[in-house]
């Protein structure tokens, strides 16, 4: 079955500082991957989607992610962490469902 | 906002009751699907609806239905309900037939408490 794994229960960050969220998938063929965040007591909202072409994809709210190949991964990035991306992160790849990684709750420190 | 919208926001119910759930998509979208988020089984997908027709099942429990209506939007109907039951209940919609490389957008979630 199509899978993804974020390895990263609970990241903690400082204000200002870079961010960065691990996203393995399982998947057979080209993946279509997908972020999305969860902010408390909100849905989901999409960050960034990878369908194919460049490995670098850019989101909203100054996220970026990187497509690997070679290691199976789709890791999210933020250079410059604000209190307000306090949330939980999803990584999801779509095999006519969505399925969802277990989640990154990312809490940010003044 | 992503346009889709559900209702209620808060439900809380007794075991064995039964609750209907309403989502309406996205204007343009043919595509509902629904999702429950509990600690511990996490985001799973549960049941995908296209112009009325079922597509796809998951993990969705026999006291589980859906259904599409004409208008595009759908119910999630739990009964039976069991303390177990109690998580968040997302719908997503996307514009086509569910293809991998569709964008689902996601509700704002129902949260449902079995007591």
């Known amino acids: 079955a199509q899978s993804v794994t974020q390895p990263d229960i609970h990241i903690t960050v400082s204000e200002g500082a870079s961010l960065e969220l691990r996203c393995n998938y399982s998947?057979?063929?080209?993946?279509?991957l997908f972020w999305y965040v969860q902010s408390p007591g909100q849905g989901l909202q999409l960050l960034l989607k990878?369908?194919?072409?460049?490995?670098l994809v850019q989101g909203i709210k100054g996220f970026e992610a990187e497509f690997k190949r070679s290691q199976s991964s789709f890791n999210l990035r933020k250079p410059s962490v604000h209190w307000s991306d306090a949330a939980e992160y999803f990584c999801?790849?779509?095999?006519?469902?969505?399925?969802f990684g277990a989640g990154t709750t990312v809490t940010v420190r003044a | 906002d992503s346009g889709v919208t559900q209702t209620p926001k808060h439900l809380i119910t007794a075991t064995g009751q039964r609750v209907t759930l309403r989502c309406s998509p996205r204007?343009?979208?043919?595509?509902v699907y629904w999702y429950q988020q509990s600690l511990d089984q996490g985001l799973q997908f549960l049941i995908h609806?296209?112009?009325?027709?079922?597509?796809a099942k998951g993990n969705i429990l026999e006291r589980f239905s859906a259904q599409q209506f004409p208008d595009l939007h759908s119910e999630l109907n739990l009964s039976s309900l069991e303390l177990g039951d109690s998580a968040l209940y997302f719908c997503?919609?996307?514009?086509?037939?569910?293809?991998?490389?569709?964008?689902?957008?996601f509700g704002p979630g129902t949260r449902l408490l079995v007591l």
């Open positions: 609806y296209y112009n009325g027709e079922e597509r």
């Open positions: 998947y057979g063929a080209t993946p279509y």
């Open positions: 204007s343009g979208d043919l595509s």
């Open positions: 990878y369908f194919s072409g460049d490995t």
């Open positions: 997503a919609s996307s514009v086509g037939t569910g293809g991998t490389e569709e964008t689902q957008y």
């Open positions: 999801a790849v779509n095999d006519y469902k969505l399925s």
